[in-house]
């Protein structure tokens, strides 16, 4: 289980995906449902959210 400890993360976020959206912002996906999740608008990539190809 992925979780928070001090300045970094102990383990990968299971359950989610994340891929380039055509904004060029990376999306976030629910690997079991499919569904988007969050998008993020601040630029870069989500942290310890394993990418889609």
């Not at 993360?9 to 055509?22: C, E, H, I, L, N």
Request: no cysteine.
């Amino acid at each position: 289980m992925a979780g928070n400890s001090g300045n970094h993360r102990d383990g990968a976020v299971t359950g989610r995906s994340q891929f380039k959206g055509p904004n060029g912002n990376y999306i976030k996906r629910d690997t079991k449902t499919g569904r988007f999740m969050d998008q993020k608008t601040s630029g870069g990539k989500f942290k310890g959210v394993r990418k889609e190809k």
